[in-house]
């Protein structure tokens, strides 16, 4: 068989899925719950499988459940938003792709962000059919949804970064002000923290994100490493090593003689990245799929622990506490 029929055979019956699973969300859409205005990144939001995600998350999951063939070998760096994800995709890459990045002078790290490497699967499979299956293995890929938005057969490992509750919020709010449309006056804090408490944040609610891929690290520590952003700002090796040994890619003793592990550290710290020409770049570009037109230093702000304690109030710090406290009662897993 002539392969170059083969290949336009195999793009047009992805392109002719890609349609099928296109009209399905046509006809869902109308029948969910349609949600607050977070969504001036996206013009709509919907509640789909109990999480509130822009119309183009849900179509990108609906892709996936319908035509992502996972690998044992892929590699999914997930979060709530505004929780670490671009630090942890820089050191998801850095330690995976050490063998070939060994120059920390020139390492590509310098001159792209970490975005650019670990791109956004919901979004990445709606952009060109087949894409992502010629990838090389192994895939690093990341996602914002749910650990029980994905189908039950996906095999493949998941590095997960959470964050308190209170800092996330924060930084969302200050997210979300950066990305409105000028013409619309700015979200205030009240707001946005009473929709956030109420589980109506993007990808939220933020607990129920939190605890369902804290249940599957402790069903299947193999499959889910969860992280905690406050821990890795304390002891940046200590995760860096936890991480490498997750992804079966251990330092080797020469590794460590020669500090690769600090390398590593300094290389994605936040005061390496933010001050790195291309992560101050202030240019608004709609790319790599994302719904609203962002700027590489949109990703960077204080890149602290605590923040919270500058912008919310004593009220808004007990409820948001003691949401935390109810929810994650008995299962192990707090901020403290
Ligand atoms: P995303 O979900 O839109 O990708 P994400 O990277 O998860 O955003 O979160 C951004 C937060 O991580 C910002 O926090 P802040 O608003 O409290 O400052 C950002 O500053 C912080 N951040 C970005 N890069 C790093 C890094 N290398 N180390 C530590 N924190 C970082």
Redesign the pocket.
């Known amino acids: 068989m002539d392969t170059s029929s083969k290949a336009t055979s195999d793009v047009t019956s992805i392109d002719e899925g890609y349609r099928k699973t296109e009209e399905k969300l046509e006809e869902m859409l109308g029948t969910l719950n349609e949600g607050y205005k977070w969504v001036v990144i996206s013009p709509r939001c919907f509640q789909y499988k109990g999480f509130w995600l822009p119309e183009i998350y849900i179509k990108g999951s609906m892709m996936i459940d319908d035509h992502f063939k996972p690998r044992p070998s892929d590699i999914i760096v997930a979060?709530?938003?505004?929780?670490?994800?671009?630090?942890?995709?820089?050191?998801t890459f850095a330690i995976v792709n050490r063998n070939s990045y060994f120059d920390f002078q020139n390492h590509p790290l310098l001159t792209s962000n970490?975005?650019d490497f670990v791109p956004f699967l919901e979004l990445f499979i709606l952009q060109e059919a087949g894409s992502i299956e010629s990838l090389p293995s192994p895939r690093l890929l990341?996602a914002?949804l749910a650990f029980s938005s994905f189908p039950t057969s996906m095999r493949c490992r998941f590095v997960y970064?959470c964050?308190d509750p209170k800092?996330?919020l924060?930084?969302?709010w200050?997210?979300v002000n950066k990305l409105r449309p000028e013409h619309l006056p700015p979200l205030s804090l009240e707001v946005t923290f009473d929709l956030f408490s109420k589980g109506l944040s993007l990808f939220g609610p933020f607990w129920d994100h939190v605890l369902g891929y804290w249940k599957a690290s402790l069903e299947s520590p193999n499959k889910v490493l969860f992280l905690k952003?406050e821990d890795?700002?304390r002891e940046p090796s200590v995760y860096v090593r936890k991480l490498a040994e997750f992804l079966d890619l251990p330092f080797s003793a020469e590794e460590e003689d020669e500090g690769i592990v600090d390398k590593i550290v300094k290389l994605?710290?936040?005061?390496?990245?933010?001050n790195l020409d291309v992560n101050k770049n202030n240019v608004k570009e709609k790319k790599r799929g994302f719904p609203a037109p962002?700027r590489n230093s949109?990703?960077?702000?204080?890149?602290?622990v605590g923040?919270w304690f500058n912008h919310l109030t004593p009220e808004m710090v007990k409820v948001l506490d003691q949401i935390t406290e109810e929810k994650f009662r008995g299962t192990g897993l707090n901020f403290n």
């Open positions: 979060s709530n938003p505004k929780c670490g994800t671009t630090w942890l995709k820089a050191l970490p975005h990341s914002h970064i964050r800092d996330a924060v930084s969302m200050y997210y952003y890795m700002k994605c710290s936040f005061e390496n990245l933010s962002l949109d990703f960077f702000r204080k890149g602290l923040d």
